[in-house]
């Protein structure tokens, strides 16, 4: 099959949900290989152990909403593999509802990512099932008919930017947009530039990191919040990692520090971030800074467990980590 499939050729399963949430991304498994060193180019390395773990923006984004109450469907494709097949059924057996989730030949998605002795890493996607996504008439409706929709900059533009002018329709859902990395990682096989300058000016939350931020707007991440002001954004979030994160609305402004946890995995701590967020101050009635310090609490509490999900809270959770911190 190539990439330029028709719509809905991959045949979309459906459930009759109807989702407050429809989550745009990939569901992927994520290969962690322990090595001795990360080689330099002809070099190479000794891999000591390696594991195997659920991951992908568009479903930890989509778990991490669930998990936190609305109802939450992801959309995205799956290969008809073996890997297909372990993804779907860890999915099905969580919160996210899998009636968007398409099935079509070719590998599905997944990251080999060799890490260091000291935490550093390098994350390298394998797999077409991604960049084949493209949107049906029942992904179209699912989307128009949710109250908010999440898209990574991850999946193809074509996909990527009909979500955004389906939220921009005067009825449209709100529309979380993140920008899930650098520029040169997306190009040919997620969103490009245009489409994220349209994405600035339509989004209701546009959501960036510190690299991805520097890359986009060439300039430093800290001076990303105004820029994209700029640009028309109305309201956004610029993390920093342990250096915690700016929200902004109009011209007001919050700082948002991290919270100082022991990390079992960090891995997903952005996306977790990025569910609270969505969740508190875009869904919710919070305030920046109350929004903020949540979104930072459910990203500690996701670094305290293995897997980009394995430590993704309850409201219930959060709240008590909050109420020991003194926030």
């Not at 707007?217 to 105004?226: G, I, K």
Request: glycine share 12%; proline share 5%.
């Amino acid at each position: 099959m190539t990439d330029d499939i028709e719509d809905g050729a991959a045949g979309a399963v459906t459930d009759g949900a109807c989702p407050t949430v429809v989550a745009v991304g990939a569901a992927t498994v994520d290969r962690f290989y322990e090595v001795t060193n990360l080689p330099q180019p002809d070099g190479g390395a000794y891999a000591r152990d390696t594991t195997e773990r659920f991951g992908g923006v568009g479903a930890n984004v989509a778990t991490g909403i669930a998990k936190l109450g609305p109802e939450t469907a992801l959309l995205g494709r799956i290969g008809d593999d073996d890997i297909g097949d372990r993804v779907l059924a860890d999915l099905d057996a969580g919160p996210v509802g899998t009636g968007l989730i398409q099935r079509g030949p070719g590998t599905t998605t997944h990251c080999v990512i060799p890490r260091g002795p000291e935490g550093q890493r390098m994350i390298i996607t394998v797999g077409d099932s991604t960049v084949k996504l493209r949107l049906a008439d029942d992904d179209r409706a699912a989307i128009r008919a949710a109250d908010a929709v999440f898209v990574t900059a991850y999946v193809p533009d074509r996909v990527s930017s009909e979500v955004v002018e389906i939220a921009a329709e005067p009825d449209g859902p709100a529309l979380v947009f993140d920008l899930s990395g650098p520029i040169e990682e997306l190009r040919g096989r997620g969103t490009e530039r245009a489409t994220i300058d349209r994405a600035v000016e339509v989004a209701d939350l546009f959501i960036t990191a510190e690299v991805a931020a520097e890359s986009y707007l060439d300039r430093p991440a800290t001076e990303a919040a105004d820029a994209l002001r700029e640009r028309g954004c109305s309201r956004g979030a610029v993390t920093f990692g342990t250096e915690g994160s700016t929200l902004f609305a109009g011209e007001r402004r919050a700082e948002i520090p991290a919270f100082d946890v022991e990390p079992i995995d960090t891995t997903g701590a952005g996306d977790a971030f990025t569910a609270a967020l969505t969740e508190r101050w875009l869904l919710g009635d919070a305030d920046a800074a109350a929004a903020g310090r949540f979104a930072a609490a459910a990203a500690a509490l996701n670094c305290g467990a293995a897997g980009a999900r394995g430590g993704l809270p309850t409201p219930a959770a959060v709240e008590s980590f909050l109420e020991e911190r003194g926030n």
